[in-house]
């Protein structure tokens, strides 16, 4: 007996859609074709289109420390109500993830508190090399975050030669926060009380390109990977564009879809994040990376903060906003405005996090690989509304925005998680198994 088929879909296959039957047996893709066989569950998947889950690689739930904004099961519901069947955590809670101690403390919290799948990125500072060199078998370790520049929490290494020390001894891809502390000292004159226009100017362009220069020349001194995170300019996708093999880039979904100065006139402090949205032309070169196959994933930057402090006078407002809810529908609706096709998606949400990180079993539809799904229907339009956000914090920059194209379904191990909006069963998620 079967557990689980997914019957009358198009399933993304070898890169094309394919109208095949899914059989998924103890939690695995069990075949793949024409199949007639008796099954606990049948899931009638016509007209929607069935992806490999869905991986964002870059989220905030805020656990240990202020879970008032935002816990890890609290930030796994916004995930599945996404579409999204396993995420990267961030390191820079209270206290910081950035000790063995601290690290197995994260995957205590999660285990059966978390609908999606999960893995914890390990915090750099300027003196825990030696627990950096020791990662490779650690369970449920992404990889290594590094805060060059300063941005919420208290992980930051801003020294070159404490940098230098994090690359030398890295034992996984170091994941960058890349802003040069150097010069967001130096700028801080150029902040506006109560005006957050100017925190693009604050957080320039050169503390961003200073910054992410010196990570792809120290990443390349010691030949490590290095994962640039959340890119917003256009020297920096020109520069790494020339540094591709250990070097790979992600752009968020909100630096592709609402730019300065409409953001901060619309939004106000709620448009203000770090590295910060900027104007136009960078929007547009983003554009160029996503459509030219230059960045390699897309990941959402989910950092929630309560409106009760996202309120506050600029710049005593925290930056962040929430994603990991709104990451596939504001990518399937710039899929039907002509923007990118469905396989570049995958390429950045399934494909490339699994090539990047080493994730075992994830991001294709292959007999023998984990049953995660992320089902989607593509014609179907929705109206992204605060009230209807699972995160704490209880609001979106995309209040109100309508899009088209939207999970419809969240399939973990061959669990339905989500349905239609419902969340369904017990937070049953699992670490990531990574093969490096």
Known sequence: MLDLIIKNGQCYIEGKLKNVDIAVKDGKIH???????????????KDLTVLPGCIDTQTHFREPGSTDTEDLHSGSRAAIAGGITGVFEMPNTNPPTSTKSEFQ??????????YCNYAFYFGATAN?????ADLKNLEGCCGIKLFAGSSTGNL?????NDIDTVFKNSSKVVAVHSEDEAILNVNKKLIKNG???????WRSVECAMSSTRRIVRIAEKYNKKAHVLHITTKEEVDFLSQHKGNITFEITPQHLTIYAPDCYEKLGTYAQMNPPLRDKSHYDRLWYAVKNNLNDTIGSDHAPHLKVNKDKEYPNSPSGMPGVQTLMPVMLNHINNG????????DLVCEN???????KNKGYIKEGFDADFTIVDMNKKILIQNKNIESKCGWSP??????KGTPVSTIIAGNIKMKHGKILGEPEGKPLVFDN
Do not use: T
């Open 156 to 160: 930051l290494v801003a020294d070159e």
């Open 353 to 359: 996090p699994v090539k990047i990180f080493g994730i």
């Open 195 to 201: 005006d957050v226009h100017s925190h693009p100017i």
């Open 31 to 45: 075949q793949i074709g024409s199949i007639h066989k008796d099954a606990n569950h049948i899931y009638d998947a």
């Open 105 to 114: 403390r994260k995957l205590d919290l999660a285990k059966n508190r978390m």
């Open 339 to 346: 923007k990118l096709s469905l396989n570049r998606l995958i």
């Open 128 to 132: 825990n090399a030696n627990e950096l």
């Open 398 to 403: 995309f209040d109100n925005f309508e899009f």
